[in-house]
């Protein structure tokens, strides 16, 4: 019983609901593993004991009803504390919101419940998902598991450290620029953005309500897929959510890939990458074509402005979505204030830390008068440009090939003090999101410093059924995600 962190998430599942394994016994070996590892990594915000112990007792009640388990039945998940679990801390990893208690499950989490998973806890993040590195929760950083000097990426680190170091076997994680394959390359899992619009963000805080999607974390690809599929689905409560029939994203995983057309683009091999991560790209690329698929140059132009477009439209969007945070309603109000201008004022200034009032500066001073149509106006135009380069592409080929991250991860502190060398972090993942199309990253080696490297998978909208059985195959093909 003490490994059962080695084994899948379907697995736990199919042990809990077979009744050879208690929820319970499974939580506590969880939670356990959190208590003894949890010190050094420092994934978890919030660790959820008693709520854990409780909802897996339920699922053992349940089952002793003799009822139908769920999909997930007793698997342990983690929480990127951006998203509301009624009754548990959301703090966006901020002091703003450092007391803050929702009082709603966001969709995800209702799925979730439904299909009898355990929350874990809440998992670390960028403040307000404003990072690329973990570094700037204004709690603590998170370290990655693989070695604890380095950074584990981010925003979403905390859930990507804690699949990594199987203290959850499930996490999720919110992506608006690389927020969940970034982190999942540098910590040696598998992470998925889907397609905006196919998983609700009602109950998600918002960062940038055009860019932001939740998706899953998973220690393989299959597990990956069945998370995805339980979040998946049309939300009222969202404007953007889709309506469209979600797929068996796990029944295609084993259809193989035999003439499956791979886009391989010359922007995403650049100057300044490291080798090695070029290296473990390429040897992939080889892999797949070994399997069946055919390689293919493609060229995204537009690819370069990326960065540029992001941190126009992103902060911009950032500086209305956090405009709430006034220090009226909830959240950190300051003690300071003699008038409401102050309270407003010192609420903000105390709670918010200096990545996002860089970035609240940033999106004002684009959507300011005088200045709209020179950055917000133009970098929309740019977004349709990069959108247009990926439609074209994707009608000669079925997938885009490319690195997650340009680099394994940094240590802690190495490009704290440069946010522009930081932002570059995200250059290969930020596309994806300004095309609202699904993509994953999944493990294709190690860097000789043992670091994680990760593989971008990029597919048409609503195609993740094509994305994953490519990841499938590659992943079932070589044995990178079985390594400990």
């Known amino acids: 019983m003490t490994d059962i962190h080695r084994l899948t998430a379907l697995q736990i599942a199919g042990l809990v609901r077979s009744g050879k394994r208690s929820a319970q016994d499974v939580a506590r070996a ?6 003894s590892l949890d010190g050094d990594i420092r994934a978890f915000v919030t660790v959820t004991e008693p709520a854990a112990l409780a909802q897996a007792k339920a699922v053992d009640e349940k089952a002793a009803r003799g009822e139908t388990l769920g999909r997930l039945a007793g698997v342990p998940v983690a929480v990127k504390d951006n998203m509301c679990i009624a009754g548990i801390r959301t703090t966006c990893s901020s002091k703003i919101l450092e007391n803050f208690t929702a009082n709603y499950d966001a969709t995800v989490i209702q799925k ?6 355990v929350f ?30 380095c950074i584990p990426g981010g925003s979403s680190g905390g859930s990507a450290a804690a699949v990594a170091a199987r203290m959850a076997s499930l996490a999720l994680g919110s992506d608006t620029g690389g927020s969940i394959r970034q982190p999942a390359a540098l910590c040696g899992v598998v992470g998925m953005k889907p397609t905006y619009g196919l998983v609700s963000r009602f109950g998600l805080v918002a960062f940038a309500s055009s860019l932001d999607q939740i998706g899953p974390f998973a220690g393989n690809v299959a597990d990956a897929a069945a998370l995805l599929e339980v979040i998946s689905g049309h939300d009222p409560r969202d404007s953007t959510s889709v309506n469209r029939p979600i797929p068996n994203f796990l029944e295609g995983l084993s259809k193989g890939i035999k003439g499956l057309r791979v886009g391989l683009p010359k922007e995403y091999f650049i100057d300044g990458m490291d080798p090695e991560v070029e290296t473990s790209v390429r040897d992939a690329v080889k892999v797949l074509q070994s399997l069946g698929a055919e390689v293919r140059d493609v ?71 005088g200045y709209y149509d020179a950055y917000y106006l133009k970098a929309q135009k740019v977004r349709t440009l990069i959108k247009r380069d990926f439609d074209r592409v994707f009608e000669s080929v079925d997938v885009v090939v490319t690195p997650t991250s340009p680099t394994p991860a940094f240590r802690a502190g190495e490009k704290a003090d440069d946010p522009l060398q930081m932002y570059l972090s995200d ?17 294709c080696g190690f860097s000789s410093k043992g670091l994680p490297i990760g593989l971008q998978i990029l597919g048409r909208a609503f195609e993740e059924d094509t994305v994953l059985r490519a990841a499938a195959a590659y992943e079932s093909a070589t044995s990178w995600v079985k390594v400990p």
Request: some cysteine; aromatic content about 10%; overall charge neutral.
């Open 427 to 443: 250059v290969f993942t930020i596309p994806c999101n300004l095309a609202g199309l699904p993509g994953i990253s999944l493990p």
């Open 299 to 369: 060229s995204l132009p537009h690819t370069d402005a990326g960065i540029s477009v992001y941190y126009v439209l992103a902060p911009s969007e950032a500086s209305s979505n956090l405009a709430r945070f006034d220090g009226a309603r909830y959240g950190h109000r300051s003690s300071r204030a003699q008038n409401l201008l102050e309270q407003y004022e010192f609420s903000r200034d105390e709670g918010f830390g200096p990545e996002v009032k860089r970035r609240i500066m940033l999106g004002a001073y684009a959507l300011s008068a």
């Open 30 to 35: 969880f939670l356990s593993r959190v208590r």
């Open 112 to 117: 979730l419940r439904a299909a009898d998973a």
């Open 120 to 149: 874990i806890g809440k998992t670390n993040l960028d403040e307000f998902a404003m990072g690329s590195s973990t570094e700037n929760s204004a709690f603590f950083t998170t370290r990655n598991p693989w070695n604890l000097e």
